[in-house]
């Protein structure tokens, strides 16, 4: 388990870009801290329905960059007051079924997998 949440720490620090922040005021710097915190906490509630178990195992990267590539259509969405915002999630989830499943391992199974077998 404590592998699981080092792994995503490092997807925090590496999709999220935590080390570069740019040579600016310190209240640039601090809204852009506070920005990336929220997006992390969205994009993690936003995940919490996401497929997992018997379909396969969520990979938060592949799950970040599906995000990523979306953004600018949920920026969109936001600006008009939120309009179409259950049709872009329902649209992102059916993505993530589609694009952001780890392959699965037989052989050497991660410790989710192995995880869900024994709870189940």
Not at 34 to 41: E, V, W
Request: net charge positive.
């Amino acid at each position: 388990m404590r592998w699981q949440i080092e792994l995503v720490f490092k997807v925090w620090r590496s999709e999220m870009q935590f080390a570069y922040f740019g040579a600016w005021r310190v209240e640039r710097i601090l809204t852009q801290f506070y920005a990336r915190l929220l997006a992390l906490l969205l994009f993690h509630r936003v995940l919490e329905d996401a497929p997992q178990g018997d379909k396969g195992e969520l990979s938060l990267i592949q799950a970040y960059q599906l995000l990523r590539t979306n953004a600018s259509r949920l920026i969109r969405i936001v600006k008009q007051s939120f309009r179409g915002l259950l049709s872009f999630l329902k649209d992102f989830m059916a993505d993530l079924r589609r694009f952001a499943l780890k392959t699965k391992r037989r052989r050497n199974p991660s410790s989710f997998a192995r995880l869900v077998a024994i709870c189940s």
